[in-house]
């Protein structure tokens, strides 16, 4: 099988390396939830966005063992939350929520306003640990691994991804299975499978996060420029993948 897929030179893929393509997905994500045995819970934190609708298609066409959810923060887009319709309509399949605790929420607006997190690195890290890790955690509590779309292209801080890593905060197994496909990939993936994607996508929004600290990006700027735009792009995590600023890959399934 294949594994040295590219993009052809005007980004677009023939049918034959997206079959290929779509083969070795799935075979890493069928190998993966078997890795954790018949009593392990392998769960895939989806962000609704481009990436994480592919995943959602292969895992549900699949009918892979692999729960999906979602970390609703109270802050989506309208489009993002409306995702959630379009999975249930095209796949039959409830994606879960996870939001965050609302006396947690309640106390930072009280503390800081409600839109504190322009006003800090610090205070945006606060809102996000409300608002998504806190939320993670509950989700993960019974899981023994899980899934997300980070893919190395998409930032600096992503550029050493590798398909296995080790979530230290948690004990368990993190994978990230489209870690070496491109953005071109994605596309023509989602495209000719007919995947329904983020209508935010064909507005200049490449990374889809809250709407206050999410906004659409210039030709020519990295994929994550609009995510928390006004700080500096070598801090732009928000909790949930800490090892993208560590880079410490641990070998718990072996990449095909």
Not at 16 to 31: C, F, I, N
Not at 76 to 81: G, P, S, Y
Request: hydrophobic share 35%; net charge negative.
């Amino acid at each position: 099988m294949r594994n040295d897929i590219s993009p052809d030179r005007d980004g677009t893929q023939d049918a034959a390396t997206l079959d290929d393509l779509e083969a070795v997905l799935v075979e890493r994500l069928t190998r993966i939830a078997h890795a954790h045995g018949p009593q392990g819970r392998v769960k895939f934190a989806s962000s609704l966005a481009a990436e994480d609708m592919l995943l959602t298609h292969a895992i549900l066409r699949n009918q892979l063992p692999i729960e999906i959810f979602t970390l609703n923060t109270g802050r989506l887009h309208d489009e993002t939350v409306g995702m959630l319709a379009k999975v249930k309509a095209r796949y039959g399949y409830s994606i879960v929520e996870y939001a965050p605790r609302q006396d947690d929420v309640e106390a930072y607006v009280a503390a800081h306003g409600k839109n504190a997190f322009y006003e800090s690195v610090d205070l945006r890290k606060q809102c996000c640990q409300i608002r998504k890790v806190e939320p993670l955690g509950r989700a993960l509590a019974d899981a023994d691994a899980w899934l997300t779309g980070q893919r190395r292209e998409q930032s600096v801080t992503r550029g050493e991804l590798s398909l296995n890593e080790h979530d230290d905060a948690r004990g368990i197994a993190k994978y990230n299975p489209l870690f070496d496909w491109t953005e071109a990939q994605v596309w023509a993936y989602l495209t000719a499978r007919d995947v329904p994607v983020n209508p935010l996508h064909a507005r200049g929004y490449p990374s889809i996060g809250c709407e206050p600290c999410t906004r659409a990006i210039k030709p020519g700027e990295d994929s994550r420029a609009g995510r928390w735009w006004w700080e500096s792009k070598d801090s732009k995590e928000c909790g949930l993948h800490m090892s993208n600023l560590k880079s410490i890959p641990v070998t718990v399934v072996q990449p095909h």
